[in-house]
């Protein structure tokens, strides 16, 4: 079975810092792991992405600079650095795995496996 947990989120005021956590069980994934986020009433969106082979990042427009996302391959674990949280940035936060190479990776329907999401709320 192929499970994804986060952990991490909370709630901080604008300006701080959280660092999400996605652990996979069950598989090794060789293509993109994402983080997407959902606020109440909007479309899930891609924050930013992982080429679990070669380390390579991909980021969504509102958080390059202040996002960093990361692995750890010997835990297969992914991170999300968050710095500089703007209350814009709150919503559910969801890890997802095994989009192929070559796909969108920020598209929703392009991964196969998610995980249950992390609350994220930033306070002014």
């Known amino acids: 079975t192929q499970v994804l947990e986060e952990s991490g989120g909370g709630s901080v005021q604008a300006g701080g810092s959280l660092r999400l956590t996605c652990a996979a069980s069950?598989?090794?994934?060789?293509?993109?792991m994402g983080w997407f986020r959902q606020a109440p009433g909007k479309e899930r969106e891609g924050v930013a992405a992982?080429?679990?082979?070669?380390?390579?990042?991909y980021y969504g427009d509102s958080v390059k600079g202040r996002f960093t996302i990361s692995q750890d391959n010997a835990k297969n674990t992914v991170y999300l650095q968050m710095n500089g949280l703007r209350p814009e940035d709150t919503g559910m936060y969801f890890c997802?795995?095994?989009?192929?190479?070559?796909?969108?990776?920020?598209?929703?329907?392009?991964?196969?496996?998610w995980g249950q999401g992390t609350q994220v709320t930033v306070s002014s």
């Open positions: 069950g598989y090794t994934y060789r293509n993109y």
């Open positions: 997802a795995a095994d989009c192929p190479f070559g796909a969108y990776w920020s598209r929703v329907n392009t991964y196969k496996y």
């Open positions: 992982i080429n679990t082979v070669s380390g390579n990042t």
